[in-house]
């Protein structure tokens, strides 16, 4: 396995776990845009989603 990613992924060993440009800062960021984009996008369907069942026509609060 070694070899195949110093022939095909040779700067992906050069950059190691540390660093700016390390694997560690890659997966933290990586990690980070992931669960912030998930967050806000549960909290929109959730609004979203409770305006289209309580708006109906025989909904709570109806909305002509």
């Known amino acids: 396995m070694s070899n195949w990613l110093q ?9 190691g776990w540390s660093g700016d440009l390390g694997w560690s800062q890659a997966i933290f960021e990586t990690l980070y845009m992931t669960g912030a984009s998930a967050i806000l996008g ?6 979203l989603g ?12 109806p909305h002509p």
């Open 7 to 15: 022939t095909y992924f040779y700067n992906v060993l050069s950059l």
């Open 42 to 47: 549960g909290a929109l369907g959730l609004l």
């Open 50 to 61: 409770t305006g289209l069942v309580i708006t109906p026509i025989n909904g709570l609060i």
